[in-house]
């Protein structure tokens, strides 16, 4: 690869989806030995959430598949994130609308669909904050996949 790539996972909180998106992809990168050549973080579209961790139901989840997120800090996403990141990777169809409002207003990076990087039959990955236990490994199970497939994406596009 010739020159680093960046990440930036988005969602509406940041508490659920887009931490989790981040600690399992970058330990995907990790695995693959890219960690100096893939820089990744996240955001959400709110401000509910800002400066606080993730929601605990998402870190328990994280951890028993080997995913400590309980560092991670909620932020907003800014204009500003449209001009620094490779990728903008979003979870949900109302997140695609909100950050696409700003980047025709902005331009940059165009936001995508984290799962067209995946497999699953989905479009979204569901938002878990108002349900079960069984949400966040849905989650987990959703981002897991398509996270291979956008790393194989980013191995081809930064060869
Ligand atoms: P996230 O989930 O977008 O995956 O972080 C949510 C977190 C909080 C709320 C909604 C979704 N909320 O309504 O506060």
Redesign the pocket.
């Known amino acids: 690869m010739s020159k680093p790539a960046s990440v930036l996972f988005v ?8 931490p989790t998106a981040e600690g399992v992809f970058r330990k995907l990168v990790e695995q693959a030995g890219l960690q100096d050549r893939v820089h990744i973080d996240s955001c ?1 579209t709110s401000n ?2 800002i400066g606080k961790g993730p929601d605990l139901r998402s870190q328990e989840a994280a951890v028993k598949r080997g995913v400590d997120i309980s560092m991670l800090k909620a932020r907003q996403f800014t204009e500003k994130d449209l001009d620094t990141f490779d990728y903008v990777v979003v ?1 949900d169809r109302q997140n695609l609308a909100d950050v696409k409002d700003i980047w025709h207003q902005n331009g940059g990076t165009q936001p995508t669909l984290f799962l067209e990087y995946g497999r699953s039959s989905l479009a979204e990955v569901p ?1 878990p ?1 108002f349900g079960g236990e069984d949400g966040f490994e849905e989650v987990l199970d959703l981002i897991e996949e398509a996270g291979e497939g956008l790393l194989v994406d980013i191995k081809e596009r930064f060869a």
């Open positions: 969602c509406l909180g940041n508490i659920c989806r887009s959400g509910w959430h979870m938002d904050y």
